[in-house]
C-alpha cells in the first residue's frame, strides 16, 4: 500500500526565511503525490500535486515541491515565509492499491515568527 | 461557486443516539469520500463512493454507513455512535482523485458523550 512520512510533526520558521516541509513516500508503483494546505476551522485546499512530467511542481502562495524518486521524497519548499502561511500542511499519496483513496501524512505544523 | 457543503458544522450527541451528517456537491463529481481527522493521526478515509449506488469501504468504517442514491450527495450515517467517533469529519469530491486529489467541505466537528 502507498503511504507518506511527513518528518516533523512541527516546524518554526522566522518570518522572510525559508520554508521546507518533508515528505517522503512508499510506493510499489509511480506515485502521485499531493500537498495540501488547512487554516484553523477549515477545509484542506490543494497546494500543489505531482502526477507525471515536470518533477518541480509549482502550486498557490508560491509554494513548490520537488518530486525525487531516487530519494522517494515530496519537499514542500517557500522561499520566503509570510505570517499568513502558519497552518497545518499534508502531504498525501494515491495510486496503485490504494484507488480512490488519498493517503495522508500525519501533517505539519508550521508557526511563523515575526 | 464550486463547492462541497457539509452539515452541520458542530454537533454535540449523546451515545447512542443515530445521527446523520450531509454532504452535497455542485461540481459533477463522480468521486465522493469521507474522511476523519484526529490528532497525530492525520486524515483517514471512512468511505468512497465511485458513483451513484457505487460505495465501498476505506481504512476505518466500523461504526459507519453511507449512501450514494443521488450523484450530488453522499451523506454519513451513525447509527450508534459512541464517544470514539468523537472527531473532525471531511467529505470530499473528485472527477478523478488519481489525477486530481479531493475538494474537501469546511467540515463537521462530532463530540460524542
Known amino acids: ?19 521546507l516541509l518533508r515528505c517522503n513516500y512508499s510506493s510499489s508503483v509511480p506515485p502521485y503525490l499531493f500537498w495540501y494546505v488547512q487554516y484553523p476551522n477549515q477545509g484542506l485546499q490543494l497546494l500543489l500535486k505531482y502526477t507525471t512530467g515536470a518533477t518541480l511542481v509549482k502550486g498557490i502562495n508560491g509554494f513548490e515541491a520537488e518530486f525525487k524518486k531516487s530519494e522517494t521524497s515530496f519537499h514542500l519548499t517557500k522561499p520566503s515565509a509570510h505570517m499568513s502561511d502558519a497552518a497545518e500542511y499534508f502531504c498525501a499519496v494515491s495510486g496503485g492499491n490504494s484507488g480512490y483513496a488519498l493517503n495522508f501524512g500525519k501533517g505539519t505544523s508550521l508557526l511563523v515568527t515575526p | 461557486e464550486a463547492q462541497v457543503t457539509q452539515n452541520p458544522r458542530y454537533l454535540i450527541t449523546v451515545t447512542g443516539k443515530k445521527l446523520t451528517v450531509t454532504c452535497s456537491q455542485n461540481m459533477n463529481h463522480e468521486y465522493m469520500s469521507w474522511y476523519r481527522q484526529d490528532p497525530g493521526l492525520g486524515l483517514r478515509q471512512i468511505y468512497y463512493s465511485m458513483n451513484v449506488e457505487v460505495t465501498d469501504k476505506g481504512d476505518v468504517p466500523e461504526g459507519y454507513k453511507v449512501s450514494r442514491k443521488e450523484k450530488r450527495n453522499f ?13 473532525l469529519y471531511f467529505c470530499a469530491s473528485s472527477r478523478t482523485p488519481i489525477n486530481y486529489g479531493y475538494t474537501f467541505g469546511s467540515g463537521t466537528r462530532l463530540t460524542v458523550v
Do not use: M
Not at chain 1, 1 to 19: M, N, Y
Not at chain 2, 78 to 85: A, I, M, T
Open chain 1, 1 to 19: 500500500a502507498q503511504s507518506v512520512t511527513q518528518l516533523g510533526s512541527h516546524v518554526s520558521v522566522s518570518e522572510g526565511a525559508l520554508v
Open chain 2, 75 to 87: 451523506p454519513l450515517i451513525l447509527e450508534s455512535p459512541s464517544p470514539n467517533q468523537t472527531s
